[in-house]
């Protein structure tokens, strides 16, 4: 079953960051930016796909170390 969650709004903190990417498979991000300190509550990440252009506010290094894909969509 595919369970999708929209939010129209940025995390408020990093309580709220972790709130909701925890259980996420995938990430469907604009420009919120993305390091270490946020990506570290998603164990179970694949993918981070990005809604518009570029990726330059997200820790692409951390994401390939951790065998997370990313993309633009």
């Known amino acids: 079953m595919i369970h999708c969650i929209l939010y129209s709004d940025s995390p408020k903190d990093i309580n ?3 709130e ?9 991000v604009n420009t919120y930016p993305l390091s270490p300190k946020e990506l570290q509550f998603a164990s179970h990440l694949k ?4 809604f ?10 951390y994401l390939k170390q ?5 993309c633009n969509a």
């Open 66 to 70: 951790n065998n997370i894909l990313v």
């Open 16 to 18: 709220e960051v972790q």
């Open 20 to 28: 909701r990417i925890s259980d996420a498979d995938i990430l469907i």
């Open 52 to 61: 518009g252009t570029g990726y330059d506010f997200i820790d692409t290094e």
């Open 47 to 50: 993918l981070v796909c990005v």
